[in-house]
């Protein structure tokens, strides 16, 4: 049995919040060349996640309409879905009003208003959260098709992967896994190189 069917069989029903999703190796689609994705939220309706290791050069700064308070973080592009129309934030604050609990003390959105007021006391900051425009969504069972098309390894999150060097989580997301997965690792970008 091929270790993407394997992990295809074992995992399939054990998608949930905080599943880790890692592109094979060779996938051709540009949109999720060499991503990770932690799912956010999977159930019987489909299924949303976010690219964590597509880093921007920019800043993200919002402002607050009431007070004209401001916040300023790193920005990801979590996905092709609303890129320009969704904002939301990965933090480590378990105390904002609705956020949601992904794996390893990070956190999810929540209230905006206490995301800025945490940012203004100093509780977030770039070392401990960052926004993400955009998302990746799948409908039902679509995104247990593509698994079971060898399209995603399924994994276990890690927090270190959200704020380490995004150059670097693919790569280590895979080899975390060990055993064959760490010489898929290795793989080329451009297997016509090899």
């Known amino acids: 049995m091929t270790y993407f069917l394997h992990i295809a069989m074992q995992m399939k029903h054990h998608l949930k919040t905080g599943t880790l999703l890692i592109a094979e190796p060779f996938i051709t689609d540009d949109n999720f060349f060499r991503c990770v994705i932690l799912l956010i939220d999977h159930n019987e309706f489909g299924s949303m996640g976010v690219v964590i290791n597509d880093a921007s050069n920019l800043l993200m700064r919002a402002a607050s309409e009431d007070d004209g308070a401001e916040i300023t973080l790193k920005l990801y592009f979590g996905g092709p879905v609303e890129s320009k129309q ?3 934030f990965l933090h480590k604050c378990s105390n904002i009003q609705d956020a949601v609990h992904v794996g390893e003390g990070i956190y999810w959105g929540g209230n905006a208003f206490d ?23 799948w409908g039902p069972n679509q995104l247990e098709q593509e698994i079971e098309e060898k399209t995603w390894i399924v994994s276990e999150f890690k927090s270190a992967y959200i704020f380490m060097n995004s150059n670097f989580v693919w790569k280590k997301a895979l080899s975390d896994m060990g055993g064959e997965y760490v010489w898929l690792a290795q793989a080329p970008n451009d297997v016509n190189l090899n």
């Open 86 to 88: 969704t904002m939301n």
């Open 115 to 137: 995301i800025i007021e945490m940012h203004q006391k100093g509780e977030i900051n770039q070392d401990n959260a960052i926004a993400i425009a955009g998302y990746c969504g």
